[in-house]
């Protein structure tokens, strides 16, 4: 198999996500650390206009969206299944209300004064990312949350999460974990990253013990790989077979597609579709620097439009 090429960059909460991920399956990886600002050369010359963080290349292959790359990981490496049989459907849509509803929250918590910590090292870098999200957000179609709310919010998952953890299991779920532990392992991670809130963690011993052996996972680093490098792969790989299929009758495989986010971070990627069905949507694009590439995103919270 190619070697798992995580572009990332350290602050991203999802990416931490991935990160633990890699360590809870132990596999090894390259960090390919990009801008926490655009521009991001390599990563757009890949994805092909996708520009949310992370993303998974292996090869020619590039995965975006975690959930997703969640998903590509599984199989891989060592350790019980993310996605637990009984345990997929609540698993999965308490991962998605994580990185949905909690996430908007967990964004207020973040930027409050008092809880930013060391976020910004000067003004100009403050700035630059003020602008760089201004640009990011448009086109969104989600609700900032207020703080009161958010802080509501956010009060309430914790203490809902101390009462499931409260007979001592190790994982949300019991034994083992499942993809519901590391989106709330993330997100709980962007929170508390700059330490204002550390009393609320400390409020909850069960939660803070679960956080304490998630956070050991997302300790595994990853082997540093330059841009060229990770270019000069995706050239020298080809992308891996896929079935062509599409189930939108309008747009069948061969046809130019936009393939975007529904609902922030929209700029969309172009290609030629080559499959679309209830999970994947798949494109091939070719790059100058690339070459061809397969570009995937799930299929839930992004859309297909003709080109
Ligand atoms: N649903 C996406 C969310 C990704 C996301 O929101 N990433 C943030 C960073 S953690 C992002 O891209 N922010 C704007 C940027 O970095 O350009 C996923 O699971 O990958």
Redesign the pocket.
Known sequence: MAELILHHYPE????EKVRAILGAKDLAWRSLQVS???PRPATIALTGGY????VLQVGADVYC???LIAEHLDDLGTGPTLYPMGQVLAAQTLARWV?TELFWAAVTLRFLPENMGNFFTDPATAQAFAE??AN?AQGAQVRRVPVDEAQARYARFLAEMETQLGDGRPYLFGADWSIADFSVYHMLWFIHAGGGMADRLAARAHVSTWMERMRRFGEHAGEAISADDALAIAHAADPLPVEQASDLPAIPPGTEVNVAPVDY?VMPSHGTLLRCDTNVIVIRREHALTGAVNVHFPRH?FGVTRY
């Not at 991203?12 to 990416?15: G, L, M």
């Not at 520009?51 to 992370?54: F, G, K, N, S, V």
């Open positions: 991203s909460p999802f990416s926490m600002v655009m520009r949310r963080i992370p969206d975690t959930a990185d760089d999200r990011f971070g919270g």
